[in-house]
């Protein structure tokens, strides 16, 4: 896969932003260092990827069902990923992540273009629950778990909304390591997730936006590929201080990745 361009970090609009773009550039270099002593991403060094389809669900009020049109296309981009260990076993505690890019280039070798957007969900409801995450994750399953995005969106300009994804589909129960049964669930079909949004503080009340189904495993270079949390063509924007300690971080992450590779 050729380089991906990542895209300038949206304007902070509060104080809280600011902060969070500061914090991130201090903590940094331990991302750039991470990655280049695993010689991978510090965080989610492993990934398996997907072609997906996206539907939007039906009679949603507006604004909301014209950002479930907008994320609806024939392509997309899954990255199901282990949070701290490479393995396909799956033996010990971890987070799992679900990274999804909606509206890929036709024909592109799935690079982003204008309308395209990238959103990035943990099985961690936030970063405060980070540390106790890995012991409440099924880390052998990406199908038994919900991902969340752990901090705030402004989603058609509605600040403070939440969202999760939601597996609708169950894995059938086997010895296989986590990365070799969820191939083996999509490729047997019927594998999707259902991405659901709510407002803040009413977090209890979800709506579901889009349902994405999982259409078959793809070879994509893991080394080149980087999602990143402020691509917002579709008009789902990261907001407040968690989401704006991403991208100097990411960025840092990125360059020791690129960095690698020259000294190959």
């Known amino acids: 896969m050729s380089k991906q361009n990542t895209i300038p970090v949206n304007r902070p609009k509060r104080l809280g932003e600011l902060l969070g773009l500061w914090t991130g550039a201090a903590i940094a270099p331990i991302f750039a260092v991470g990655s280049l002593l695993r010689r991978v991403r510090m965080f989610h060094p492993r990934g398996v990827y997907f072609r997906a389809k996206v539907e939007a669900v039906k009679d949603l009020d507006p604004p909301f069902d014209e950002i479930a049109q907008g994320l609806a296309q024939d392509d997309a981009l899954v990255r199901l990923s282990a949070g701290l260990y490479r393995s396909d076993r799956g033996e010990l505690p971890d987070v799992l992540g679900f990274a999804v890019r909606f509206n890929v280039a036709p024909d592109s070798d799935y690079m982003a273009q204008e309308s395209s ?31 969340h995005g752990m901090a705030k969106f402004e989603i058609a300009d509605q600040p403070d909304m939440r969202l999760r994804l939601v597996p ?6 086997s010895s296989e390591g986590r990365f070799t049964k969820i191939s083996e669930a999509v490729a047997s079909g019927d594998v999707v997730f259902q991405l659901e949004a709510a407002a803040q503080p009413r977090s209890k009340q979800w709506f579901p936006l889009v349902r994405i189904y999982l259409q078959e495993e793809v070879t994509v270079d893991d080394r080149c590929t980087a999602f990143w949390p402020f691509r917002t063509g579709q008009n789902i924007r990261p907001q407040g201080f968690v989401q704006y300690l991403r991208p100097i971080p990411y960025l840092s992450s990125q360059w020791a990745r690129r960095l690698f590779r020259r000294g190959e």
Do not use: C, G, H, W
Not at 131 to 145: E, G, H, K, M, V
Not at 168 to 173: I, K, P, R, T, V
């Open 168 to 173: 609708l589909s169950q894995s059938e129960n």
């Open 117 to 147: 957007q990238d959103l990035l969900l943990v099985t961690s409801k936030s970063v405060l629950m980070l540390p106790i995450a890995p012991f409440r994750t099924n880390q052998r399953d990406f199908l038994a778990n919900v991902y």
